[in-house]
């Protein structure tokens, strides 16, 4: 992956203070965003067929059925460990030196990273073994400070969104409402250990959210305190992005202390899946009918 060099301006970084976000368009090459296409599509293989070699759930997938009775794949995480593509991408100049500018010149540090999917995808096999829950692609209004802090991690934390598909009104965008990251808005479960970041129910109208719409290759900056959701993707084509949440350098925190778990986990059934494969025990339920 070529690294280039990307510098806010002033006005870039007035603008992200003021709304809480930013989009650069055009940041990542075609070539790049291709590849990273192509990885996503691996690593939805890799979790499916893993969770049903293993006979348990890969806890990296968070999965439901929809209205059609399809599996809606909303989102793999964490990620970097299973994708040199993905990994290199997350310490990435075009990323990491517009984040140090917004954190005042501090280093950004890597605290997590998603792959949002928002794909269906028919898998009756997974829906029968695994009984996902009913519902779809969305997510509900939130900031995601709400569940950084059940870790410790601070509202500094900042994130950026990489678009591997372009996103549109049809295919489930986030939507934000601008200059929501300056105030404190009521959460549904104000507990700080709950890792709950919903914001209760009648504070905001529809009318108040902004589609963030732009090609893929872009990179949406945005506060961890933004309110944002997503409506669902009525296509059926993928809308991707993937997400890495940095925080500032100075302060300090245990290494991968919120993914831990659901790496080790997700690792632990990939081997089983790996060691199946090996010995001749699996067959490609994926390729075969989802």
């Not at 964490?78 to 100049?93: C, E, G």
Request: proline letters at 7%.
């Amino acid at each position: 992956m070529t690294t280039l060099t990307t510098s806010l301006t002033s006005a870039q970084i007035s603008e992200f203070h003021e709304r809480g976000f930013l989009i650069l368009p055009g940041v990542f090459s075609s070539d790049e965003v291709g590849e990273m296409a192509r990885e996503a599509d691996r690593l939805l293989e890799l979790a499916i067929n893993s969770s049903l070699a293993a006979g348990e759930r890969n806890p990296r997938c968070d999965v439901s059925v929809n209205a059609e009775g399809r599996l809606d794949f909303r989102k793999l995480q964490p990620v970097n460990d299973l994708s040199a593509v993905i990994r290199a991408a997350s310490k990435d100049d075009r990323l990491l030196i517009p984040l140090s500018q917004l954190m005042e010149g501090q280093k950004p540090v890597l605290m997590e990273e998603k792959l949002n999917y928002k794909q269906k995808i028919d898998c009756p096999a997974y829906i029968e073994r695994f009984q996902p829950r009913q519902g779809d692609s969305r997510f509900s209004l939130h900031h995601d400070w709400g569940y950084y802090r059940a870790q410790g991690y601070p509202p500094e934390t900042l994130s950026s969104a990489i678009t591997i598909d372009a996103t549109t009104p049809e295919n489930g965008p986030i939507r934000v409402i601008p200059g929501t990251h300056r105030e404190d808005y009521p959460l549904k479960n104000p507990d700080p250990s709950s890792g709950n970041g919903e914001i209760v129910d009648g504070v905001f109208d529809p009318e108040d959210r902004v589609d963030v719409l732009a090609p893929a290759g872009s990179v949406m900056l945005f506060h961890s305190k933004l309110l944002h959701d997503s409506k669902p993707n009525r296509t059926d084509l993928p809308r991707r992005l993937m997400i890495y949440s940095h925080y500032p350098g100075n302060w300090e925190f245990e290494e991968d202390k919120r993914n831990r778990w659901g790496r080790e986990a997700g690792q632990k059934i990939e081997r089983a899946y790996r060691e199946k494969l090996a010995r001749g025990e699996y067959v490609d339920v994926f390729s075969l009918y989802c």
